[in-house]
C-alpha cells in the first residue's frame, strides 16, 4: 500500500504540483498543528502550514510515505492549480436532491456555456473534481458554494485528495479526459471579485471605502493566522464585524464568504465548520446592524 500511495505521490509531483501527506485512508493533514510544532527541520523558523510544506521534491516524498500509507495531498494554490469540487448531498435520505455537478452543469448552461472536459477525478463519495490550470495574471482563493449548491472551488488557502488516495477504501480515481486545461475565462469571471478601485464613487453605502478595505483584509488576516483553538471564534467574530458592512451595502455578502471562508480553511477550519460559522455569523450580524443602517438613512 505504501509503495502504491508514493507512487500516487510521485505521479502528482512529476506534474509540478506541490503534494503532502494526508492520514492514511482519510482526507486530514497529517502533519503536526502549531501547538504541537516543535520549531525544529522545516519549522526552525517558526511554524510551517501544509500549504508551505507540500513540495515536489522526489526525495523528501519518499522519505515522508516511507513512514505510513499516508493518502496524499495536492496543495492547489502552490501547483498553479484551481479545483472545482462537486459534491454530492450529504443527507442520503434526500434521493431526488440534485448534486454539484447537476447544480453546475445548470450554471453552465444558464451562462450559455458546456460544461468543461478537462482532468476529472471522482472523489470517495461519488463528486467529482474538475482540474484546471489557475490563472497565472490573478491569486484564486477557495470559494464554498458561492457558484452554486454543492459546487467548491479550490485554490491558494486549498488542497484536494489525490487520485491513488483512499477514504475508508474507496478510491479516487481519475475519469474522463487527461488533458489539463485553462480555467475557462467565463468561470474565471465568476471567481474573480470585483476589485475596489472599479466601484462607483456613488456606490450606496455608509462607510469610506479605504476603511471598508482595510477592515476586511484585517479581519481576513486575523482568521487565516488565528492559533488552533481560538480559530472557530475568530471566524466568529470577524463574521460579525464585517456583517456591518454588508447590511450598510459596502459589501456583498459573498465578498465577505469568500474572503473569510478562504482565509478559515487556510488556518485549518474544516469547510463545513466554516461555512456554517459564517452562516450564524453574518446572519445575526446583517439582522442586528439593519436598525441602525434603517435609522441613518
Given at each position: 500500500m505504501n509503495e502504491h500511495l508514493t507512487r500516487a505521490a510521485l505521479n502528482a509531483a512529476e506534474r509540478g504540483w506541490h503534494v503532502f501527506p494526508l492520514r492514511p485512508d482519510a482526507?486530514?493533514?497529517?502533519?503536526?498543528?502549531?501547538?504541537?510544532?516543535?520549531?525544529?527541520?522545516?519549522?526552525?523558523?517558526?511554524?510551517?502550514?501544509?500549504?508551505?510544506?507540500a513540495t515536489t521534491d522526489p526525495d523528501r516524498i519518499r522519505a515522508a510515505w516511507a513512514h505510513a500509507?499516508?493518502?496524499?495531498?495536492?496543495?492547489?494554490?502552490?501547483s498553479g492549480l484551481l479545483v472545482v469540487d462537486l459534491d454530492v448531498p450529504k443527507d442520503n435520505s434526500i434521493t431526488d436532491a440534485p448534486d454539484g455537478a447537476a447544480t453546475f452543469g445548470a450554471l453552465c448552461e444558464r451562462t450559455g456555456h458546456p460544461v468543461p472536459r478537462t482532468r476529472t477525478v471522482r472523489t470517495a463519495s461519488g463528486g467529482l473534481h474538475l482540474y484546471f490550470?489557475?490563472?497565472?495574471?490573478?491569486?484564486?482563493?477557495?470559494?464554498?458554494?458561492?457558484?452554486?449548491?454543492l459546487v467548491d472551488t479550490r485554490a491558494w488557502g486549498g488542497y484536494v485528495v489525490?487520485?491513488?488516495?483512499?477514504?475508508?477504501?474507496?478510491?479516487?480515481?481519475?475519469?474522463?479526459p487527461a488533458l489539463l486545461r485553462p480555467v475557462p475565462d467565463?468561470?474565471?469571471?465568476?471567481?474573480?471579485p470585483p476589485h475596489p478601485v472599479n466601484r462607483p464613487a456613488t456606490a450606496p453605502g455608509r462607510w469610506?471605502?479605504?476603511?471598508?478595505?482595510?477592515?476586511?483584509?484585517?479581519?481576513?488576516?486575523?482568521?487565516?493566522?488565528?492559533r488552533e483553538g481560538r480559530r472557530n471564534a475568530t471566524l466568529l467574530r470577524a463574521g460579525r464585524a464585517l456583517g456591518r458592512?454588508?447590511?450598510?451595502?459596502?459589501?456583498t455578502r459573498t465578498e465577505v464568504e469568500t474572503a473569510l471562508q478562504g482565509a478559515g480553511e487556510s488556518a485549518g477550519l474544516p469547510v463545513a465548520e466554516c461555512r456554517a460559522t459564517l452562516r450564524s455569523a453574518?446572519?445575526?450580524?446583517?439582522?442586528?446592524?439593519?436598525?441602525?443602517?434603517?435609522?441613518?438613512?
Open positions: 482526507k486530514r493533514p497529517a502533519l503536526h498543528g502549531e501547538t504541537a510544532c516543535p520549531r525544529t527541520g522545516p519549522c526552525a523558523s517558526g511554524h510551517r502550514k501544509w500549504e508551505q510544506r500509507p499516508f493518502n496524499v495531498g495536492i496543495a492547489t494554490g502552490p490550470t489557475a490563472p497565472a495574471a490573478v491569486r484564486l482563493h477557495n470559494t464554498a458554494g458561492t457558484l452554486a449548491p489525490a487520485a491513488g488516495s483512499t477514504i475508508d477504501g474507496t478510491p479516487y480515481e481519475a475519469v474522463g467565463w468561470l474565471k469571471a465568476l471567481l474573480v469610506h471605502r479605504p476603511y471598508v478595505d482595510a477592515a476586511l483584509a484585517k479581519e481576513t488576516a486575523a482568521v487565516s493566522t488565528a458592512f454588508v447590511a450598510s451595502g459596502d459589501l453574518l446572519d445575526w450580524s446583517i439582522t442586528h446592524n439593519q436598525t441602525s443602517t434603517r435609522e441613518a438613512a
